[in-house]
């Protein structure tokens, strides 16, 4: 069973923190063992630190890390005209785009590390309520599955559809994060920030139903845990993220009335 764990990478070209899973599952870790344990032991007999300058820099190099690889994979996707969407393989390793999809690729890996981050401010901000059971789970998942994916399905394919939703939306997720930090008016407005879950929604039902086209394709060679692996995790978060939407949105105003 355990045999899988030692697979070689289905491609040579190993990069930073993709080379083996020892990087990977310290990284993940030590984000839970601080999120949940040391950094709340070393909060206790300290007040918040204002983060604000910090949270403005994160923001913006998340907004612009984000932007930037949608913007590449725009041009990458659409005018090069190198994939089918309906069914998405990758490159072969001669291809003169190969390392292009490769960075694109790890770079994606890379910044679902980074997005680690909001939570360790989190715990130096002392606002555990908003470390919740979504919160931990999504960010956990997604380091983990960008690694399982990069190691036995290798850059590109089938998941560039995710990935570019995905970009999409965190360059507007990060953009209200960066106006609500610096304008705390912005952040009293819910209505935005309503629309943000809600498109996050949206996302996680485009990945689904694109899974299931791809699915129905004849003589198509993705693989099919992949796109079970991928069914499983949009559903998933549809679920958690229409609760967190229910919970955050809809009851508060039920109680109202």
């Keep these: 069973m355990f045999e899988i764990l030692n697979r070689p990478h289905v491609d040579p070209v190993k990069f930073p923190l993709g080379d083996g899973w020892g990087p990977m599952l310290l990284i993940v870790g030590f984000y839970l063992v601080f999120v949940l344990k040391l950094g709340r032991e070393f909060m206790a007999h300290r007040q918040p630190y204002d983060l604000k300058n910090v949270l403005q820099v994160y923001n913006l190099v998340q907004i612009l890390y984000n ?94 559809a995710t ?56 003589n198509c060679d993705v693989s099919p845990y992949l796109i079970l692996m991928a069914f499983f995790m949009s559903m998933f978060m549809f679920v958690m993220f229409t609760n967190f939407y229910i919970q955050a949105y809809v009851r508060p105003k039920q109680k109202k009335s």
Excluded at 181 to 190: F, H, M, T
């Design 163 to 218: 990935g570019y939703l995905n970009v999409f939306v965190h360059s507007v997720m990060y953009g209200y994060y960066y106006l609500s930090s610096q304008y705390p008016l912005i952040k009293q407005s819910l209505w935005w920030k309503k629309y943000i879950t809600i498109l996050q929604m949206v996302q996680f039902l485009l990945i689904f139903a694109h899974n299931a086209w791809t699915y129905m394709q004849p």
């Design 67 to 160: 932007a930037t690889a949608f913007t590449l994979a725009t041009y990458y996707i659409f005018g090069d005209k190198n994939f089918n969407f309906k069914c998405i393989a990758a490159l072969p390793f001669d291809h003169p785009q190969k390392m292009t999809e490769r960075l694109l690729s790890y770079s994606y890996y890379v910044n679902k590390i980074m997005d680690l981050l909001d939570t360790v401010f989190i715990v130096l901000r002392k606002s555990y309520r908003q470390i919740s059971a979504l919160h931990l789970i999504h960010h956990v998942y997604m380091v983990v599955g960008s690694y399982v994916i990069l190691r036995y399905n290798g850059y590109g394919g089938h998941c560039v």
